[in-house]
């Protein structure tokens, strides 16, 4: 399978604190999305990195790609309760379709 | 802001019974996708398509069938549901313009099947 890898796949932690995931993918990419998807409900993307790119940010989300290792991070600084949802990674090969992974599940304590 | 509209959140249905599941969007993008999303499997693509009347196979279309008459409308069909459908669907869709978008998702229909 050639879909996006998270890890660790849950993650607790408090308020205030910061939050970081990882993506592994197996083959070249054109880019790489990660998406959020708060309780049972469909996702919203967050962020896109494109494999020229080594580092990008939105708000508080920094998103870093290493294509010489084929894994990019998620980092949410200064976490919120709200920011309690699921993170999906999903690398692009290039055939019209995203590879998303099965999803890291993160809990902010308040 | 685009829009992606599934016709129903929550549908219960019985085994054998035929369903039809339908996803709108508003923003002329070409490609749709019918995704399912089961615990601890993630999202699993069904079918998608990149033009109107145009589908093809994702991971697992096995029990599926999916329509595009129009552009905006994508319906994915289950000709007769079985107890292992029962499961999250979500729809999305994007645009290939300057490369590969971000997909946008429809809220999810959540199928039971009994």
């Known amino acids: 399978s050639q879909q996006g890898e998270e890890d660790p796949q849950a993650l607790s932690i408090q308020e205030g604190e910061n939050a970081t995931m990882n993506c592994s993918y197996k083959t070249s990419i054109n880019n790489l999305q990660w998406y959020r998807q708060n309780s049972g409900r469909g996702l919203v993307h967050l962020i896109l990195?494109?494999?020229?790119?080594r580092e990008k940010h939105s708000g508080r989300l920094r998103v870093t790609l290493d294509t010489s290792k084929k894994s990019s991070s998620l980092l949410i600084t200064a976490s919120r309760a709200a920011d309690t949802a699921s993170y999906f990674c999903?690398?692009?090969?290039?055939?019209?379709?995203?590879?998303f992974g099965k999803g890291n599940q993160v809990v902010v304590i308040p | 802001d685009v829009k992606v509209t599934q016709s129903s959140r929550y549908l219960v249905k019985r085994t054998g019974e035929k369903v039809f599941l339908e996803c709108v969007q508003d923003m002329d993008h070409e490609n749709m996708f019918w995704y399912r999303q089961d615990p601890g499997l993630g999202l699993r693509l069904i079918y998608f398509s990149y033009d109107v009347k145009m589908k093809e196979k994702g991971d697992i279309p096995e029990g599926y069938s999916v329509s595009r008459e129009k552009k905006e409308r994508f319906s994915l069909i289950l000709e007769s549901a079985s107890t292992n459908q029962t499961s999250m669907y979500l729809c999305a869709t994007n645009s290939i313009g300057q490369g590969y978008n971000e997909q946008f998702f429809g809220p999810g229909t959540r199928l039971t099947v009994l």
């Open positions: 999903a690398p692009y090969y290039g055939n019209n379709r995203l590879a």
């Open positions: 990195i494109r494999s020229n790119e």
